[in-house]
Every structure is written in structure tokens, then in C-alpha cells.
């Protein structure tokens, strides 16, 4: 049976490790081949374990020129460009809001959303050079419900969302979704036990916050994208979905001190 992402072309940043390494995989398997960008090197080892219809490329999302140059290669590689996962971003320190220095908010900003407008900018004129195509933005469950010393981090991802519905409507009657997925606490980024534990190691803290009790993983959001990405979610445009275990839901009255809350996937990521 073909794959349901099946000869689709698919550029995925932040694809060397976390959500996106879990994407390029997921993607793989159902018969994607992909463009896979990051800046930290590692994408050209996921590139390299999944074969020939992968390669791997440097790209930091916040410089124009080297973003045209990623829509290139999809172009020049495989002819076209089908679906587009914005995945790169970083979270920045966590502080109260008059304390966040003006560099910091320049650098998150510059890669969270000026970064995601570049990828839709020229990846949406490639899309519709060929007839159309998906792209699923990857934000955070800090833009649905405010997380205290997020207000950076947040903000930015506040605007992806904005992105992703203006441009849904602006490409809706030119064969071009545009969605978003929305993580909340994962087991990626800053945890530093995950950089040494594949799950949760017994007696790791639960998080009270999450109506699901237990965290995110990176395959999780891999799925969404999937699902968002692939024909299944053909009538699908516009939306922001969470994947964060219920928590923007189950805790929506509880104010700023809500349990859980220890960081944000901070994956290149």
C-alpha cells in the first residue's frame, strides 16, 4: 500500500533532532521524500540513516538567503515542493517580562516567526507554482493558555498562530492549508533527562497540570503533523491544534501558577 504521504515533497527545519528528527522518520515511512534543514549538523545524520530520498541541508530560518536557498533545493532535488513543516525554533530563558533582555527577544523572534514568515513566504510561491501544497506550522501550547516567564517565548508563537490562520485564509482557494500543531510540556529540549532517557525514568516527577498524566513526546507531534499534512486533512485549514495531553483545557481556569510547567521544547525544534 502507498505511503499517505507517498512521493509528496517535504521540506521539514529543525529536523536534526526532537520533533523534527520524529517527522522526517514518520514521513519517511509513509513515503515522503524530504528536504531536512538545521543549523546544528545533525540533520545530515538523520538524513543519512533514512537513504536517498532524504537530503540534508544547513539553513538558519531567520537569513532570507539561505531560506530562498532551501526552497531551492526542493525545487532543483525532486522537482516541486509539497508540504512545508516549519518546525525550527528555540525557547529563550525563562524570567519575568522586565527582566528579558532586548537581545534575547530579537534572537527568539528572529527565528520563531520571522523565521516561519521567510519559509512560508517562499515556500508558498513555490507551492503555487505547482498547484498547491500544506504546510504545518509548529507552535506552542504558550500561545494558547500564558505560561509565567514565557512572555518572549510565548509571544512569538502567539504570532505563528496569527500567521497560520491569515495565511489559510489568504491561499484557501489556491489548494494551499496552512495548520498548526501545538505542544505542550515535552520530553524534548530542555529536560535534561531526556537528553539521556528515551522516557521518563521511574520516579521522574508526573506533571499535575497534564489531565493525561505523563509527557509529550516527540512522536506525538510527528503524528499531528502527519495527520495535518497529509489528503486525510483535506477540508482542514486554519486550525491550531493542541497536543498537549488536555492541558490547555483541564486547566484553563487555574491562573498563572498552574503544576506542570518546568519548560518548553526547546529543540531546534
Known amino acids: 500500500m502507498a505511503g499517505r504521504l507517498q512521493d509528496k515533497v517535504c521540506v521539514i527545519t529543525g529536523a536534526g533532532s526532537g520533533m523534527?528528527?520524529?517527522?522526517?522518520?514518520?514521513?519517511?515511512?509513509?513515503?515522503?521524500?524530504?528536504?531536512?534543514?538545521?543549523?546544528?549538523?545533525?540533520?545530515?545524520?538523520?538524513?543519512?540513516?533514512?537513504?536517498?530520498?532524504?537530503?540534508?541541508?544547513?539553513?538558519?530560518?531567520?537569513?532570507?538567503?539561505?531560506?530562498?536557498?532551501?526552497?531551492?533545493?526542493?525545487?532543483?532535488?525532486?522537482?516541486?515542493?509539497?508540504?512545508?513543516?516549519?518546525?525550527?525554533?528555540?525557547?529563550?530563558?525563562?524570567?519575568?517580562?522586565?527582566?528579558?533582555?532586548?537581545?534575547?527577544?530579537?534572537?527568539?523572534?528572529?527565528?520563531?516567526?520571522?523565521g516561519v514568515f521567510l519559509c512560508m513566504k517562499y515556500g508558498i510561491e513555490a507551492m503555487l507554482r505547482t498547484g498547491g501544497g500544506a504546510i504545518v506550522n509548529t507552535s506552542s501550547a504558550s500561545a494558547v493558555i500564558g505560561w509565567k516567564h514565557h512572555g518572549v517565548y510565548s509571544s512569538a508563537k502567539a504570532g505563528v498562530h496569527q500567521l497560520t490562520k491569515v495565511a489559510a485564509l489568504d491561499y484557501s482557494d489556491q489548494n494551499i492549508r496552512v495548520n498548526a500543531v501545538a505542544p505542550g510540556t515535552m520530553w524534548t529540549g530542555l529536560v535534561e533527562a531526556?537528553?539521556?532517557?528515551?522516557?521518563?525514568?521511574?520516579?521522574?516527577?508526573?506533571?499535575?497540570?497534564?489531565?493525561?498524566?505523563?509527557?509529550?513526546?516527540?512522536?506525538?507531534?510527528?503524528?499531528?503533523?502527519?495527520?495535518?499534512?497529509?489528503?486525510?486533512?483535506?477540508?482542514?485549514?486554519?486550525?491550531?491544534?493542541?497536543?498537549?495531553?488536555?492541558?490547555s483545557i483541564g486547566f484553563s481556569g487555574m491562573g498563572a501558577e498552574r503544576p506542570g510547567i518546568v519548560s518548553v521544547d526547546t529543540d531546534r525544534a
Open 20 to 114: 523534527g528528527k520524529a517527522m522526517a522518520q514518520l514521513f519517511h515511512a509513509q513515503g515522503a521524500r524530504l528536504v531536512l534543514t538545521d543549523i546544528s549538523g545533525q540533520q545530515d545524520e538523520v538524513a543519512a540513516a533514512l537513504g536517498n530520498e532524504a537530503i540534508a541541508l544547513h539553513c538558519d530560518v531567520s537569513d532570507e538567503a539561505q531560506v530562498q536557498a532551501m526552497i531551492a533545493a526542493a525545487e532543483t532535488r525532486f522537482g516541486r515542493l509539497d508540504v512545508l513543516c516549519n518546525n525550527a525554533g528555540f525557547g529563550g530563558g525563562m524570567a519575568a517580562l522586565h527582566k528579558q533582555p532586548v537581545e534575547l527577544w530579537d534572537k527568539v523572534h528572529a527565528t520563531n516567526i520571522r
Open 194 to 247: 531526556s537528553k539521556t532517557h528515551e522516557a521518563p525514568p521511574e520516579g521522574f516527577p508526573t506533571l499535575a497540570g497534564i489531565p493525561m498524566g505523563r509527557w509529550g513526546y516527540a512522536q506525538d507531534i510527528a503524528n499531528a503533523a502527519l495527520f495535518l499534512a497529509s489528503d486525510e486533512a483535506a477540508y482542514i485549514t486554519g486550525v491550531i491544534l493542541p497536543v498537549d495531553g488536555g492541558y
